[in-house]
């Protein structure tokens, strides 16, 4: 019977004499290697800033005035000039938008200009690189004249003449003109809300060419009487030909670029105005 014990406890000995537990995966896992490790003991060079912009001091301009969106881009007539790109055989016949305009000519921006008739000819006077088309407009459609003879302005019909045209490389007859020195002018309509393309001036240098989203041409004339969608007060303002005609493209040359406002029911246009650098 005494050796029953000593059984016992060479069993209790066996029992409690296991195998070692196998290592935990995490122990056996390989080490990952310190996050510093992972960047270069070089410096890191960095690639070339883009170069400068050709456009040089034109850019976009986005703002709201009197509840109205301009967007347009501004530039100096010191670096930039606009000249018309017209289409003698009528809308659409060379391009079909300001931005198949634009790019035929390597054009920073492009807008459309005047107005036409259901037959597709000017209703106005217009100049391109000197030669003709078009003829005197006298309704309020033709009340202004954007031209170009070296130094480009804004007038009244009533204070252009047509010597005044002939010495013009670039002509616009358009109107109604919205601004005229500084002061908003009378007579708008204030009933048919539309978007409007338009070029603005400050009487010296600095221009303006873009379009509004839908309004009356006389809360446009208020509005832009306030305010400027650009950094200075607008001198005079000429009213260009929108609703389904406003077409307005921006390359990304310009600062805050590239812009493409043209409606999907738009129509070919008559002719446009182009920005390009002297």
Do not use: Y
Not at 4 to 24: M, V
Not at 34 to 44: N, S
Not at 63 to 71: K, L, M, P, S
Not at 232 to 238: D, K, Q
Request: hydrophobic share 40%; aromatic share 6%; net charge positive.
């Amino acid at each position: 019977m005494r050796r029953l014990p000593i059984l016992f406890i060479f069993l209790g000995l066996a029992s409690c004499s296991t195998q070692p537990e196998p290592a935990p995966v995490a122990r056996i896992a390989k080490p990952v290697a310190p996050v510093t490790l992972a960047f270069p003991t070089q410096p890191v060079s960095q690639p070339p800033p883009p170069p400068a912009s050709p456009s040089g001091n034109a850019e976009v301009t986005r703002r709201q005035i009197a509840g109205i969106t301009f967007e347009g881009v501004a530039f100096d007539s010191r670096r930039h000039r606009l000249i018309v790109a017209d289409q003698p055989g009528g809308p659409g016949s060379r391009w079909p938008d300001a931005a198949s305009a634009g790019r035929s000519r390597d054009a920073l921006a492009a807008i459309n200009a005047g107005f036409f008739t259901p037959e597709g000819a000017p209703l106005g006077l217009v100049r391109s690189a000197g030669n003709t088309t078009g003829a005197w407009n006298r309704s309020s459609l033709g009340s202004g004249f954007w031209h170009d003879s070296g130094n480009p302005a804004i007038h009244r019909r009533g204070n252009f003449t047509a010597t005044d045209a002939k010495t013009a490389t670039e002509l616009i007859q358009a109107g109604p003109l919205l601004i005229e020195n500084g002061q908003t002018v009378s007579g708008l309509d204030d009933v048919k809300p539309s978007v409007r393309s338009m070029i603005l001036w400050d009487g010296g240098t600095r221009w303006w060419i873009g379009r509004s989203g839908p309004c009356t041409l006389s809360a446009l004339s208020n509005a832009l009487a306030s305010a400027s969608p650009t950094n200075w007060p607008v001198r005079h303002a000429l009213n260009l030909d929108g609703g389904r005609s406003s077409d307005l493209w921006i390359s990304n040359s310009i600062s805050g670029g590239p812009v493409v406002r043209r409606s999907a029911w738009n129509r070919p246009v008559r002719n446009f105005l182009l920005l390009v650098e002297k």
